[in-house]
């Protein structure tokens, strides 16, 4: 999170003002503590505080006697100090023994002070100490106790603490005190408004934000359950922060206006007539629904999601059509040379056709070519240009752009994105992704966002057999690409890693590029990421011509690359890959009408977690099936999905976990929308801060920008 104004806090700031304070004026705070505190929460607002949630709970039991203390358990006991044995040698430890009626307990410190241990623990005095208990031998130990406390004084070390994540030179203990500090300031300034709504509360049986705080925070006395409906309220009052950020912006958007595109239609229905291959139903309702958006007197915003291999650019092309019949022009940018090419080549067979031109722009073109390609995109003669980050260069100008196509679209910044966008008066952008997220996660990414979805692949494509193959019969897997050279088909082979490493189970592509090249000769090609730009795409764009028939490669081929002759995509350890990223690999095989197979390549034995995936892709071929279960397998903060698509990381909230939430985020913002239009009413109000509040860690605005 950004760092907190310098500001002093208001006396009276509502609970939702303080939280955006900076941790620094807490009191009890020190110069030295402050900067370590913030350093290990990953931001200087007391909200950033209040979210660093502990990851674990020491949960101690109170022992009457040293003896009734089980071993390996944490607990708290009584005893008298008996003795003090310092260490023999440098290496060795300090002892010190406790007693009681039942037997005699040996605390152990190394590297320790003697003189603050005696005075720590003068003989025969009473201390209260915990920690977990060892056996050695026939002794009881304790090494290095949490806590240390004469029994004497009220103060007690709670039987449920919190255990935190630290930096170097800041202990458990600060931070425990430095959250205290906050809830304690929570406690004494006024209440915020309760924003979320009352009906909901009601139901879900949910505590107010700071007795869910404390609930978080302070664990002890606190029932289980209800401690779980603290964290899931929480949980929720970032998820309604975040759809109440998404609804507000497709909410501004719709007040947006711009001229419609209306063209009669002709040049889509010819372009959909003179296709050799008959469209998808979802082709034919992502066409119609992106041009009733176009038709509209406001910007489009849509996101078209597709499984690998399903058809989005035909999509693209068709809108692009669209609005060139109006005399419009349309970008389409994608994150690579070899994919923008790709791109070039489909959209241009559709719109050749109807005299429609079709340019390249690329960064890595001649000078004069592409001042000759920007020339004519200033004055009109191309519709239609498909590049890459070239296109929101500072010299291109369009005579009339009013569609914007990104692909990948999270592979661009935000602020890339808007460049394009701005050299249009009032652009409509349609995004796209090939990396299927579960529906009901996908409001997190994309809640702003109108979303078409294709759910088939094309008519043709011929199924990819799938089997897992251990890496003992490999020899079988080079017999099988011998068998698809003599059908002068085309193999991916991919490794994980680029250079040998320590572990010999994990193989590397240079070396099983060498191996390869030995068996198969020059028809071997290689592409990794960190060779030269230039050379690996020239490797791909070798490989996709022919001349290369074996690229051995990382997953730099992950994304994009199309080969209707590829047919055997090899997965090497594929045991160490994700099930989604095994997936959007499998796609790059099974794009023409030849039957493809996928050999997950694997080093038994598999662990429960590695032989789940595999199974599932063996038997699954739905992206969006496989990204849920992708999801209950890894968690949603471990895949790919998720992570790539520009949604928030989140404190409180597990998208996968609290899935049921989102939905239910996103229903009573808009109803507080509805009716509330203008935001006004205290809950409104109270809901737009926390709104503010949490957003300053949110990539708000990925999917639009």
Known sequence: MPAASPSVPPKQASWLELLDQPIAHLPKLGPKTAPLVEKACGGARIADLIAHQPHRIIERMLCPQILAAPIGEAVMLEGIVDHYLPPPTAKAPHRVRLRDDSGFLTLIFFRAERALLQKLFPIGARRLVCGVIEAFGPERQMAHPDHVLDPALPARPPLLEPVYGLVAGLTNKAMRRAISAALAALKAAPASPEWIDPHLLRERQWPDFLAALKALHMPDGVEPAARALAIERLAYDELFARQMQMTQ??????????????????????????????????????????????????????????????????VAAM?????????????????????????????????????????LLSGKMPKAERAAIQNALADGRYAIVCGTHALFQETVRFADLRLVIIDEQHRFGVGDRQKLQEKAQSAHVLSMSATPIPRTLALTAFGDLDVSILPEKPVGRAPVTTRAVSIERIEDVLAAIERALERHERIYWVCPAIAASEDDAIQDVEARFAQLNEIFGACVGLAHGKMPVKTRQDAMTAFKD?????????????????????????????????????????GRVGRGAKPSMCLLLHHPPLTDMARQRLDALRRIDDGFAIAELDYQLRGAGDVLGLAQSGAPRFRFADPWAHRELIAIADRDCRALLAVDPRLGSPRAQAALRLALLFGKDYRVGDGAA
């Open 546 to 586: 022919g001349q290369v028939k074996i690229l051995v490669a990382t997953t730099v081929i992950e994304v994009g690359v199309d080969n209707p002759d590829a047919t055997i995509m090899v997965i090497e350890n594929a045991e160490r890959f994700g099930l989604s990223q095994l997936h959007q690999l499998r």
């Open 319 to 359: 809108a692009a059509i669209h609005v060139a019949e109006a005399g419009g022009q349309s970008a389409l940018m994608a994150p690579t040379d070899l994919l923008a090419r790709q791109h070039w080549t489909s959209v241009s067979a559709f719109a050749a056709p109807l005299g429609l031109a079709c340019g």
């Open 249 to 314: 912006r497709r909410s501004e958007r719709l007040e947006k206006t711009c001229a419609p595109i209306a063209p009669k239609g002709l040049f889509v229905a010819q372009a959909f007539a003179a296709l050799p291959f008959t469209p998808t139903h979802g082709q034919r309702e992502a066409v119609e629904a992106i041009i009733a958006d176009l038709r509209l007197t406001r910007p489009m915003a849509r996101l078209l999601q597709g499984d690998v291999g399903a058809g989005k650019t035909l």
